[in-house]
């Protein structure tokens, strides 16, 4: 009996690559820009992305001893990565920092704790994804790291400046890479 399948060669291989590239070149940027870089100490790894343009601050995902991580950031030249943990601030000697161009990283604002297709994970915690966001403090309107996760409707951080310093916010206007 004479089988009538069989694999016929492919008549557009060129577009078949094509639409391959295509697809990956194409693909949301929190897809292609997760780098994360082990660091400690003063300075910074090589295309460390700054969230602000007055002050140096770059996202950091901080191990926890439990495997788990958390989202915070490092500000300036200072050796520590901050984060909020148990709803106060803390530090963290060792850390990783997101390397990126500020054209792979979109930041998208969230909208009811919906978070995007496709966001930049930085790991679990609490047995849920932790993503980095940004929001604005209210106090001197400059941008800052924080953490949220999906359905949790704020970005959760801790202040700069007067009245700010270490304490906890979660604002609701953020938005996720």
Not at 93 to 120: F, M, Q
Request: aromatic share 12%; glycine share 10%.
């Amino acid at each position: 009996m004479k089988s009538s399948f069989y694999l016929k060669k492919n008549p557009y291989p060129f577009f078949a690559a094509w639409l391959f590239a295509a697809l990956l070149f194409m693909a949301p940027a929190g897809l292609l820009a997760q780098k994360w870089v082990a660091h400690s100490g003063k300075g910074a790894p090589a295309g460390a992305l700054n969230i602000q343009t007055n002050h140096l601050q770059y996202v950091a995902r901080i191990p926890l001893p439990n495997g788990d991580f958390a989202v915070g950031k490092r500000k300036g030249n200072g050796s520590n990565a901050f984060y909020v943990a148990d709803g106060a601030m803390a530090q963290a000697e060792d850390y990783d920092i997101l390397v990126a161009t500020p054209s792979e990283v979109l930041w998208e604002k969230v909208t009811n704790g919906a978070i995007p297709r496709n966001a930049l994970v930085a790991g679990r915690r609490d047995g849920n994804r932790v993503y980095p966001c940004i929001c604005i403090n209210p106090n001197n309107k400059r941008e800052m790291v924080g953490e949220t996760k999906q359905g949790l409707g704020y970005c959760e951080s801790f202040g700069q400046g007067t009245g700010w310093l270490g304490v906890v916010h979660q604002i609701t206007t953020y938005k996720v890479a």
